[in-house]
């Protein structure tokens, strides 16, 4: 599992494949193509070369190799990670907005994001 860093570059979730988890091991949200969906089908946001981006086109996370967004912190050391729950049978995903212009600032923080 890859870890996923804040703006601060505490580690806020793991990435597994398209499956995002939370640090205890619930699985918290998918990543279809470039966009990123919530259980009920929700469109979260953005995640595009390494970084996730809310709706309003702000860097909320990155993960490791990230490009094109904000100078980004040295990441933490991350933990252990859980033992992953078994996903969910996905929603259907809603039909996501225009994206907003890239920014080169931080956004809103992981936890607004991924609760939608």
Known sequence: ??????????????????DIYHLGGAHAAVVN????????????????????RDHSGGAVAFIKGAQGGPILPIPAIPPIPSIPAIPPIPAIPSIPPIPAIPS????????????G
């Open 33 to 52: 193509g470039e966009n990123v969906y919530g259980h009920g089908g929700q469109h979260l946001g953005i995640f595009k070369k390494g970084l996730f």
């Open 104 to 115: 080169l600032g931080w956004g809103e923080e992981w936890d607004e994001f991924i609760n």
């Open 1 to 18: 599992m890859e870890p996923i860093h804040n703006g601060n570059g505490h580690v806020v979730a793991w990435l597994r494949g398209t």
